[in-house]
C-alpha cells in the first residue's frame, strides 16, 4: 500500500522534469547566442570602468538566462572592481546585484544586508532611481519572509518616489503596486489587494513587461478567489501559468502553479493538485529556489495528507523541512531580526538627526529673523529722523517753489498763446496752398471768358459792317460764330461757378460734424488744387500725378474739411519732396506723386476700412528723423518753409478725430509712402 504513493510521485515528478526538459533547451538556445560576445567584452575591456559596465552587462544575461550560480560570481567581480575605483554609485549597483542573488537563493538575512548597504549610499547620493528600486526589494524580502506591516512601510517610501517619472524607470510602478496587492493579501485586506492589482495593471497596458504581468495574473486570480468569483479567479491563474510557460520563465512558473494548486486545494480538486504542485517543485528545484521548494513541497504535503496517502506525505514533509532549515532556521531569523532592528535603529538616528538639523535650521531662522528686525528698526528709526528733517527743508522749499509755479504758470500760458499762433500760421499757410489753386483754377476760365468776350465784341462789329453792305448771308454767318463763343463764355463761367460753390462748400462743412463724403472726388480736387498752388509758388514745378481709384469705395463717414486739410498736408510735403530731388537729380529723373484708394472688406474681428495711399519717389525719410516726424514743431524744411504742424496735426485728425490711423514707409532717397486708414 505504501508503494502506490510512492510509484505515482515518481510519475508526477518525472512528468515535472520533463515539462522542464522541454523549456530548458529553449530557452539556452535562446540565451547562449549572445554569450561569447559578452564574455569577449570582459577580456578585451582595458580599463576598469569598461571591465565593470561589461561585466554589468554579463550578469544581466546570467540573471535572465537563470544561471544564478554565475550571476552571483560576476556580481561579486562587480562589487570588487567598484570597491577599487572607490565609486559609490557603482558599489549601489554591485551591492544591489549580490541582494538579487541572495534573494533568488531564499538567503533573505544576505540579500538584506546587502540591499541595506545600498540603499545607505543611495541616500547619500539621492539617487530616485536606485532608492525606488532598493525600497521595493527590500519590501519583497519582507513579504516572502510573511513581515507585511514592515513591507509596506517600504513599499509607502517607494510609492512617494513614483511621482518623479523623468528618473523612475517605466516599469517601476509595476512591481511597487504588485508587491502592496500581495502584502495586503498577506494580511487578509481584499479590497486594498484589489486596489493596487488594478493599479498594476494599468501601468502594465502603458508598458507590457511580460515578467510583471505573470506576477500580476495570479495576484488577480488570488484576489478575486477572496472575493468568491471563482471563475475569474482560475481564469486568471491559467493566463498566469500559461504566459510563464511561453516565455519560459521558471521563477514565475514555479509561483503561478504553486498559487493555482492552493486554489484547487481549497476547492478539494485534489488531481489538479498533485499535477500542478509537482510542476511548481520541479520549476522551484531546477531554478534553485529555495523558498519554492518549501512552498511546493509544504502544498504537496497537505494534498496527501488530505488523501491520506501518509508515505507521500512523510516524503514531501521531509522535503519541506530540510528546505526550510536552509530558508528560515532559526540563526538567519534571528539575524535578519538584528539587521532589522539596526535598521530600524539608523531610520530612527537619521530622523533624529533629521529633526536636529530642522530645529537648528529654526533657530539660525529666528536668530536671523530677530537680527532683520533689528536692522529694519534701526532704519525705520533713521528713516523718521530724515523724514523731520526733510519736512522741514520742504516746508523752506514750498515758499521758493510756489514762487516757481506762478513762473512756470505764465511761461505756460504764453507757450499755450505761442503755440495757437503757431497753429493758425499753419492754418493760414494752408489757406495760403489752397487759395494759390483756387485763384488758379478760377483764373483758366476768367481767361477764356475775357478772350470770347473780345472776339464776341470784335463780331458784332463785323456783322454791323457785313449788314451795311447788305451781305445778309456773311452778318448771319458772323452772328452764329457770336453765338458759339457766347455758349464757351457760358460754359466758363458755369466752371467757375462749380469752384466757388465748392469752395464755399468747403468753407461750411468746417461748421458742420462728420457726414458722408465721396473719398475718390475729395482726393481728386485735393490733389489738383495742391498742384495748382505749388505751380504758382514755381512756375518752373512739374510732376506726374498718377492717380488709382478703387470704385468700391464709396462716401466715408468723416470731417471734410478736416480730411481735406490732412490730404493737402500730404500732397504738398510729397510735391515739396520730388522738387527737392529734382534739384540734385539727373535729366532722367522724373518727378511722380500717385494717390490710390483700395477697399478693405471686414473681417470677422473688426469692421471694413478705406486705404488712402500717398506715395512720392523723392528724397525719402532717414530713420533718424522718422521716430520725429509726428512731434509737434519739427520740420527739415528750411526756415520760414514750415512750422512743423502739418503731420502733427494731420495725425491727430485721422488718429483721434476719425478713430482711424496714419503711417509712413519710406526709404531715405528714394520714396515716401503715407497711408490713411479709415474705419468704412
Given at each position: 500500500?505504501?508503494?502506490?504513493?510512492?510509484?505515482?510521485?515518481?510519475l508526477?515528478?518525472?512528468?515535472?522534469?520533463?515539462?522542464?526538459?522541454?523549456?530548458?533547451?529553449?530557452?539556452?538556445?535562446?540565451?547562449?547566442?549572445?554569450l561569447?560576445?559578452?564574455?569577449?567584452?570582459?577580456?578585451?575591456?582595458?580599463?576598469?570602468?569598461?571591465?565593470?559596465?561589461?561585466?554589468?552587462?554579463?550578469?544581466?544575461y546570467?540573471?535572465?538566462?537563470?544561471?544564478?550560480?554565475?550571476?552571483?560570481?560576476?556580481?561579486?567581480?562587480?562589487?570588487?572592481?567598484?570597491?577599487?575605483?572607490?565609486?559609490?554609485?557603482?558599489?549601489?549597483?554591485?551591492?544591489?546585484?549580490l541582494?538579487?542573488?541572495?534573494?533568488?537563493?531564499?538567503?533573505?538575512?544576505?540579500?538584506?544586508?546587502?540591499?541595506l548597504?545600498?540603499?545607505?549610499?543611495?541616500?547619500?547620493?539621492?539617487?530616485?532611481?536606485?532608492?525606488?528600486?532598493?525600497?521595493?526589494?527590500?519590501?519583497?524580502?519582507?513579504?516572502?519572509?510573511?513581515?507585511?506591516?514592515?513591507?509596506?512601510?517600504?513599499?509607502?517610501?517607494?510609492?512617494?518616489?513614483?511621482?518623479?517619472?523623468?528618473?523612475?524607470?517605466?516599469?517601476?510602478?509595476?512591481?511597487?503596486?504588485?508587491?502592496?496587492?500581495?502584502?495586503f493579501?498577506?494580511?487578509?485586506?481584499?479590497?486594498?489587494?484589489?486596489?493596487?492589482?488594478?493599479?498594476?495593471?494599468?501601468?502594465?497596458?502603458?508598458?507590457?513587461?511580460?515578467?510583471?504581468?505573470i506576477?500580476?495574473?495570479?495576484?488577480?486570480?488570488?484576489?478575486y478567489?477572496?472575493?468568491?468569483?471563482?471563475?475569474?479567479?482560475?481564469?486568471?491563474?491559467?493566463?498566469?501559468?500559461?504566459?510563464?510557460?511561453?516565455?519560459?520563465?521558471?521563477?514565475?512558473?514555479?509561483?503561478?502553479?504553486?498559487?493555482?494548486?492552493?486554489f484547487?486545494?481549497?476547492?478539494?480538486?485534489?488531481?489538479?493538485?498533485?499535477?500542478?504542485?509537482?510542476?511548481?517543485?520541479?520549476?522551484?528545484?531546477?531554478?534553485?529556489?529555495?523558498?519554492?521548494?518549501?512552498?511546493?513541497a509544504?502544498?504537496?504535503?497537505?494534498?496527501?495528507?488530505?488523501?491520506?496517502?501518509?508515505?507521500?506525505?512523510?516524503?514531501?514533509?521531509?522535503?519541506?523541512?530540510?528546505?526550510?532549515?536552509?530558508?528560515?532556521?532559526?540563526?538567519?531569523?534571528?539575524?535578519?531580526?538584528?539587521?532589522?532592528?539596526?535598521?530600524?535603529?539608523?531610520?530612527?538616528?537619521?530622523?533624529a538627526?533629521?529633526?536636529?538639523?530642522?530645529?537648528?535650521?529654526?533657530?539660525?531662522?529666528?536668530?536671523?529673523?530677530?537680527?532683520?528686525?533689528m536692522?529694519?528698526?534701526?532704519?525705520?528709526?533713521?528713516?523718521?529722523?530724515?523724514?523731520?528733517?526733510?519736512?522741514?527743508?520742504?516746508?523752506?522749499?514750498?515758499?521758493?517753489?510756489?514762487?516757481?509755479?506762478?513762473?512756470?504758470?505764465?511761461?505756460?500760458?504764453e507757450?499755450?498763446?505761442?503755440?495757437?499762433q503757431?497753429?493758425?500760421?499753419e492754418?493760414?499757410?494752408?489757406?495760403?496752398?489752397?487759395?494759390?489753386?483756387?485763384?488758379?483754377?478760377?483764373?483758366?476760365?476768367?481767361?477764356?471768358?475775357?478772350?470770347?468776350?473780345?472776339?464776341?465784341?470784335?463780331?458784332?462789329?463785323?456783322?454791323e459792317?457785313?449788314?451795311?453792305?447788305?451781305?445778309?448771308?456773311?452778318?448771319?454767318?458772323?452772328?452764329?460764330n457770336?453765338?458759339?463763343?457766347?455758349?464757351?463764355?457760358?460754359?466758363?463761367?458755369?466752371?467757375?461757378?462749380?469752384?466757388?460753390?465748392?469752395m464755399?462748400?468747403?468753407?461750411?462743412?468746417?461748421k458742420?460734424?462728420?457726414?458722408?463724403?465721396?473719398?475718390?472726388?475729395?482726393?481728386?480736387?485735393?490733389?489738383?488744387?495742391?498742384?495748382?498752388?505749388?505751380?504758382?509758388?514755381?512756375?518752373?514745378?512739374?510732376?506726374?500725378?498718377?492717380?488709382?481709384?478703387?470704385?468700391?469705395?464709396?462716401?466715408?463717414?468723416?470731417?471734410?474739411?478736416?480730411?481735406?486739410?490732412?490730404?493737402?498736408?500730404?500732397?504738398?510735403?510729397?510735391?515739396?519732396?520730388?522738387?527737392?530731388?529734382?534739384?540734385?537729380?539727373?535729366?532722367?529723373?522724373?518727378p511722380?506723386?500717385?494717390?490710390?484708394?483700395?477697399?478693405?472688406?471686414?473681417?470677422?474681428?473688426?469692421?471694413?476700412?478705406?486705404?488712402?495711399?500717398?506715395?512720392?519717389?523723392?528724397?525719402?525719410?532717414?530713420?533718424?528723423?522718422?521716430?520725429?516726424?509726428?512731434?509737434?514743431?519739427?520740420?527739415?524744411?528750411?526756415?520760414?518753409?514750415?512750422?512743423?504742424?502739418?503731420?502733427?496735426?494731420?495725425?491727430?485728425?485721422?488718429?483721434?478725430?476719425?478713430?482711424?490711423?496714419?503711417?509712413?514707409?519710406?526709404?531715405?532717397?528714394e520714396?515716401?509712402?503715407?497711408?490713411?486708414?479709415l474705419?468704412f
Amino acid at each position: 500500500m505504501c508503494e502506490i504513493p510512492l510509484i505515482k510521485n515518481i510519475l508526477f515528478r518525472i512528468t515535472g522534469y520533463l515539462f522542464l526538459l522541454t523549456i530548458l533547451p529553449l530557452q539556452a538556445f535562446c540565451q547562449t547566442e549572445d554569450l561569447p560576445v559578452l564574455k569577449a567584452k570582459v577580456r578585451k575591456a582595458t580599463g576598469e570602468m569598461e571591465r565593470f559596465e561589461a561585466s554589468r552587462q554579463l550578469a544581466n544575461y546570467y540573471r535572465a538566462s537563470g544561471d544564478i550560480e554565475a550571476y552571483g560570481a560576476v556580481s561579486q567581480e562587480l562589487l570588487g572592481i567598484a570597491q577599487t575605483l572607490n565609486n559609490d554609485s557603482l558599489l549601489v549597483i554591485s551591492y544591489g546585484n549580490l541582494g538579487n542573488y541572495f534573494a533568488n537563493k531564499s538567503d533573505f538575512h544576505s540579500s538584506l544586508a546587502y540591499y541595506l548597504k545600498a540603499l545607505r549610499m543611495a541616500e547619500k547620493s539621492r539617487d530616485a532611481e536606485k532608492l525606488c528600486k532598493l525600497y521595493n526589494n527590500i519590501a519583497d524580502q519582507y513579504r516572502s519572509l510573511k513581515d507585511h506591516q514592515q513591507a509596506i512601510v517600504y513599499l509607502r517610501k517607494a510609492q512617494a518616489l513614483l511621482s518623479q517619472a523623468s528618473v523612475v524607470t517605466p516599469t517601476m510602478p509595476q512591481y511597487v503596486y504588485i508587491n502592496f496587492c500581495e502584502s495586503f493579501l498577506g494580511l487578509g485586506n481584499s479590497d486594498s489587494a484589489l486596489k493596487y492589482i488594478q493599479l498594476a495593471d494599468t501601468e502594465l497596458q502603458k508598458n507590457k513587461n511580460d515578467q510583471a504581468y505573470i506576477n500580476a495574473l495570479y495576484d488577480f486570480g488570488q484576489v478575486y478567489d477572496r472575493l468568491d468569483s471563482l471563475r475569474l479567479a482560475e481564469q486568471y491563474f491559467k493566463r498566469s501559468i500559461a504566459l510563464a510557460d511561453s516565455i519560459q520563465d521558471l521563477y514565475n512558473f514555479a509561483d503561478a502553479t504553486r498559487y493555482y494548486s492552493l486554489f484547487l486545494l481549497e476547492h478539494k480538486r485534489y488531481d489538479d493538485v498533485q499535477r500542478y504542485a509537482q510542476l511548481s517543485l520541479s520549476a522551484a528545484q531546477s531554478s534553485g529556489n529555495n523558498l519554492g521548494i518549501v512552498n511546493a513541497a509544504a502544498l504537496l504535503y497537505d494534498t496527501y495528507v488530505e488523501l491520506n496517502q501518509t508515505d507521500s506525505a512523510f516524503y514531501y514533509l521531509a522535503l519541506k523541512d530540510r528546505y526550510r532549515d536552509t530558508v528560515f532556521n532559526e540563526e538567519q531569523l534571528s539575524r535578519v531580526q538584528q539587521i532589522t532592528f539596526s535598521e530600524r535603529i539608523r531610520t530612527q538616528e537619521v530622523e533624529a538627526e533629521r529633526v536636529r538639523y530642522q530645529n537648528k535650521i529654526r533657530f539660525y531662522s529666528l536668530l536671523a529673523a530677530i537680527l532683520v528686525l533689528m536692522i529694519v528698526g534701526l532704519l525705520l528709526w533713521r528713516n523718521i529722523r530724515y523724514k523731520q528733517k526733510s519736512f522741514r527743508l520742504l516746508e523752506q522749499q514750498k515758499e521758493k517753489t510756489d514762487i516757481q509755479k506762478a513762473r512756470v504758470e505764465k511761461a505756460y500760458a504764453e507757450l499755450k498763446d505761442t503755440q495757437a499762433q503757431l497753429i493758425q500760421r499753419e492754418k493760414m499757410a494752408s489757406l495760403g496752398e489752397l487759395t494759390a489753386g483756387i485763384a488758379h483754377e478760377i483764373q483758366n476760365p476768367l481767361n477764356f471768358i475775357n478772350n470770347f468776350s473780345d472776339i464776341g465784341s470784335e463780331l458784332v462789329d463785323e456783322a454791323e459792317q457785313e449788314l451795311d453792305k447788305g451781305k445778309k448771308e456773311n452778318a448771319i454767318s458772323l452772328l452764329h460764330n457770336l453765338r458759339q463763343n457766347l455758349e464757351k463764355i457760358h460754359h466758363h463761367g458755369k466752371r467757375a461757378d462749380s469752384i466757388i460753390k465748392n469752395m464755399l462748400q468747403h468753407s461750411r462743412s468746417a461748421k458742420s460734424e462728420m457726414q458722408p463724403v465721396d473719398i475718390n472726388a475729395l482726393i481728386e480736387e485735393y490733389l489738383r488744387l495742391s498742384f495748382h498752388g505749388m505751380r504758382a509758388k514755381d512756375n518752373n514745378f512739374n510732376a506726374v500725378l498718377e492717380t488709382h481709384f478703387d470704385k468700391n469705395v464709396e462716401r466715408v463717414v468723416a470731417n471734410q474739411q478736416d480730411l481735406g486739410r490732412v490730404l493737402l498736408n500730404l500732397f504738398t510735403n510729397a510735391f515739396h519732396s520730388v522738387n527737392e530731388k529734382k534739384k540734385s537729380a539727373g535729366a532722367d529723373y522724373h518727378p511722380t506723386v500717385s494717390v490710390c484708394t483700395n477697399y478693405i472688406p471686414p473681417s470677422t474681428a473688426g469692421k471694413g476700412m478705406v486705404e488712402i495711399h500717398v506715395k512720392d519717389n523723392g528724397i525719402g525719410i532717414s530713420q533718424t528723423n522718422l521716430e520725429k516726424i509726428y512731434q509737434p514743431f519739427f520740420t527739415t524744411k528750411s526756415p520760414g518753409q514750415g512750422t512743423g504742424l502739418g503731420l502733427s496735426l494731420s495725425y491727430d485728425i485721422i488718429t483721434k478725430g476719425h478713430n482711424g490711423d496714419l503711417r509712413v514707409d519710406t526709404r531715405e532717397g528714394e520714396y515716401a509712402d503715407f497711408v490713411i486708414q479709415l474705419p468704412f
